[in-house]
């Protein structure tokens, strides 16, 4: 009993004067009177002729936060908190994550403004505890959200990375902010989950259809054996039906370097996939001849601007280019960041090629990582994810690491212990040629790399599965071991652009689009640089090979690393999703029978069946193709053999 009188005293000592009436409005079960104190606390704060929340075109850079003193911004996150959990209470989650989104938004706009030169990996918070307090409660409120929502990958990082975030001293002074708000005990559990878990997933139904949908992914069996390598899912693409063997691509590795990490884009208007490797000369597939070819391209320098981004001639250090995020639109090449001949942690170099006239124009960003930031555009970076949608208006920009392990290995600026996974959405507007950094609302995805995404043009949304966090932990309690690092298999998709103009005015544009999760019973096993694919044709999406650390495949615990070479099918349960020949009801009951067995051979999640041979079920097989392909590393790792 005493605990929760220490609990009740924590949240009464830690409340603000400004929002007392409020939260006494909140207390007796008032939500609607106590949502409209707060609001109206927080328009006297920002002026009653702002929008609220403030945004710049729907973007996060707001000038008006950036003038506010510290108490009337510790007021004004506490209104945020306190409309939060108002809209939590009156059944508005989408609302309530959006508050609390605002929350962590004002702490962007401080840091821009007094700390505007620091990367984002660069410790930066303010003085004042009270800020701290507001802030700490903002982010275990959204994290419980994201928890109810089944979206384990989130609840992890929005508590992990604010108790990271908040100094120790701020801690000393304040002890409440650990021990009742973000509940250290609380979130050392929470790292146990794996992302969706196998002991949660069969329990998480869809409780709230603006953040969540139902979803499948079935394993597809192939007729015939082929298809590309492995951890080179970037070379395939839908063309046609059937997996077809097309000629070898015929450039050599010494000239291109390792066949990792590149894109291969379709081109509808030329009937060419296109392949550009950093190198002068663009290679290209003719999908009407079957045969290779390449062209030479030349970048136009502009001057002084081009000069000051570090290019000479030729933007990519010895012709190299791995792990960017390409995308081709209008008959135009648009390419932004990876890594080259120069540098390992990434760059935030954006060109565009002109496909008619064969011609790069740089956009934006530098060669290499400056010393200090420009926080008007994306940071240097690999394996971000991009897209554009049907409007072909905006290239999508959405998270990737800087790899600062690697920089401190080749003795490069910024160099760190571990890669830092970037938490921000950009949008480049094709027309007006800049930068907007957008809003994460809804149901979001974890800040991840190395992720399978991809927009399918018929369900008019963005589809982002798996991937890989390199900075947020993971407890593998089995064998009492902790890693420094998470792999993803949970899926999302945001939504593409609204089909009038009536449509764009019928609601705020901070909530006009947003993220869902989709909920599915079984998936692929967690992993990175994994392969969507979209028929353009049917709409179907497909996911394809990938790689993880073995140690997310428990039960081969001899090997070091796992590829995976299985082809997936995702049905989402929307119109042209393909979902009505999932069974719903049959797949919660066989998710109900039992913990989740892990298939021996491909990782993946589901209610297996275990090996009938002398091994006593020590391993499952989630299908005959798998127990035929991983029969002898089992027989060699359990000493089994067929009864």
């Known amino acids: 009993m005493s605990a929760i009188n220490d609990v009740t005293h924590d949240i009464e000592r830690l409340g603000l004067s400004s929002t007392r ?141 604010a108790q990271e975030m908040i100094p120790t001293s701020h801690n000393i002074r304040e002890p409440r902010i650990l021990r009742t708000i973000l509940s250290r005990g609380g979130t050392k559990h929470l790292i146990s989950f794996r992302h969706p878990d196998p002991q949660l997933v069969h329990k998480i139904t869809v409780t709230d259809p603006s953040l969540q949908l139902l979803g499948s992914w079935k394993k597809m069996k192939i007729k015939k054996a082929g298809g590309p390598g492995r951890r080179m899912g970037f070379s395939s693409f839908i063309w046609d039906d059937g997996w077809k063997s097309e000629p070898d691509y015929p450039q050599p590795m010494s000239r291109t370097s390792a066949f990792l990490g590149w894109h291969t884009l379709v081109c509808p208007e030329h009937k060419r996939v296109y392949l550009f490797t950093g190198r002068p000369a663009l290679d290209f597939f003719d999908l009407t001849t079957k045969t290779w070819g390449s062209f030479t391209t030349k970048f136009v320098h502009s001057g002084t601007s081009d000069t000051r981004a570090g290019i000479k001639n030729w933007p990519y250090p010895k012709n190299q280019l791995t792990d960017s995020t390409q995308q081709i639109v209008n008959e135009k090449l648009y390419v932004f960041g990876g890594t080259h001949g120069s540098t390992s942690i990434g760059c935030n170099l954006f060109l565009v090629l002109d496909l008619k006239t064969k011609e790069w124009r740089r956009l934006s960003g530098t060669v290499m990582p400056t010393k200090d930031s420009d926080v008007t555009v994306p940071g240097p970076r690999k394996t971000p994810n991009g897209w554009v949608d049907n409007a072909k208006d905006k290239f999508y920009l959405l998270g990737g690491e800087c790899d600062r392990m690697g920089a401190a290995l080749s003795g490069e600026m910024h160099g760190g212990d571990c890669g830092h996974p970037f938490d921000d959405f950009w949008s480049w507007d094709l027309t007006a040629e800049k930068w907007t950094r957008e809003r994460l609302v809804g149901n979001v995805p974890a800040p991840r790399s190395e992720t399978a995404c991809i927009y399918n043009p018929l369900l008019n949304k963005t589809i982002l599965w798996g991937g890989y966090n390199p900075d947020l932990p993971t407890d593998y309690v089995e064998q009492d071991i902790n890693f420094g690092f998470s792999y993803y298999a949970d899926t999302f998709i945001y939504d593409g652009p609204p089909a009038s103009e009536t449509a764009q005015t019928t609601s705020p544009p901070t909530i006009r689009r947003k993220w869902q999760q989709v909920i599915t019973k079984g998936f692929p096993t967690y992993r990175a640089q994994s392969h969507l694919l979209v028929d353009p044709q049917s709409g179907r999406t497909y996911l394809f090979g990938g790689f993880t650390n073995n140690d997310f495949v428990p039960s081969r615990k001899n090997a070091i690393s796992r590829s995976f070479g299985d082809l997936w099918e995702l049905r989402i349960d929307l119109p042209g999703g393909h979902f009505e020949g999932v069974d719903v009801e049959d797949e919660v009951r066989t998710a109900q029978l039992g913990p989740w067995q892990r298939c021996f051979t491909c990782g993946s999640a589901g209610p297996w069946r275990k090996c009938g041979g002398s091994c006593r079920g020590r391993a499952f097989f989630c299908d005959a193709e798998c127990l035929k392909e991983g029969w002898k590393d089992h027989k060699a790792a359990h000493d089994c053999r067929k009864l």
């Open 21 to 161: 009436v409020g939260d006494t409005l909140f207390r007796i079960g008032n939500y609607s009177s106590a949502k409209e104190e707060y609001l109206k606390v927080a328009k006297s704060i920002v002026g009653p002729s702002s929008e609220f929340p403030i945004s710049a075109n729907g973007g996060v850079i707001s000038q008006r936060y950036a003038t506010l003193t510290d108490s009337q911004i510790v007021d004004l996150m506490g209104c945020l908190n306190g409309l939060a959990q108002c809209e939590r209470k009156l059944g508005n989650n989408t609302a309530a994550l959006l508050w609390l989104e605002e929350v962590h938004i004002i702490y962007l706009n401080l840091r821009f403004s007094r700390a505007g030169k620091l990367y984002d990996w660069t410790p930066w918070f303010p003085e004042n505890v009270d800020f701290t307090v507001q802030y700490a409660k903002a982010r275990a409120a959204a994290g419980d959200i994201f928890l109810e929502l089944g979206n384990t990958g989130t609840t992890v990082h929005r508590r992990w990375t």
